[in-house]
C-alpha cells in the first residue's frame, strides 16, 4: 500500500501561483518506478487528468494548462510537485494526486486550489 499526501493548495488571485507537493510513503525504488499524476475536479464536474509524468519522464498535460503547469519528480524525497502559473478562476478544483504501479492505483486526499477573479 502507497499513501499520498498532497499539500500546498490554498487561495490565490488570478495570474498568480502555487506549487502542490504530494508525498508517497514506502521506499524510493518503488517511488522511482510509479507513474505519477495529477487530476482535478471541480463542483459538479468529472475528475480529469491535469498532468502526467512517467517514471522514464515521458510528459502528458491537458490542453488548458499547457504553458502554463509543470509537473516534475524528485525521486529522492518521494516527491510530486506541480507548478502552476499564471492560475485563472477556471483551474479552480480540488486536486488530487494519483499513483500507478503494476497495476495498482493510489490516491491521495486532494488539496482545494481556489483562484478568485
Known amino acids: 500500500q502507497v499513501h499520498l499526501v498532497e499539500s500546498g493548495g490554498g487561495l490565490v488571485q488570478a495570474g498568480g501561483s502555487l506549487r502542490l507537493s504530494c508525498a508517497a510513503s514506502?521506499?524510493?525504488?518503488?517511488?522511482?518506478?510509479?507513474?505519477m499524476s495529477w487530476y482535478r475536479q471541480a463542483p459538479g464536474k468529472q475528475r480529469a487528468l491535469v498532468a502526467r509524468?512517467?517514471?522514464?519522464?515521458?510528459?502528458n498535460y491537458l490542453d488548458s494548462v499547457k504553458g502554463r503547469f509543470t509537473i516534475s519528480r524528485d525521486n529522492a524525497k518521494n516527491t510530486v510537485y506541480l507548478q502552476m502559473n499564471s492560475l485563472k478562476p477556471e483551474d479552480t478544483a480540488v486536486y488530487y494526486c494519483?499513483?500507478?504501479?503494476?497495476?495498482?492505483?493510489?490516491w491521495g486526499q486532494g488539496t482545494q486550489v481556489t483562484v478568485s477573479s
Open positions: 514506502g521506499s524510493s525504488l518503488r517511488f522511482m518506478t510509479m507513474r
Open positions: 494519483k499513483g500507478e504501479r503494476v497495476g495498482n492505483e493510489y
Open positions: 509524468l512517467t517514471s522514464n519522464g515521458n510528459f
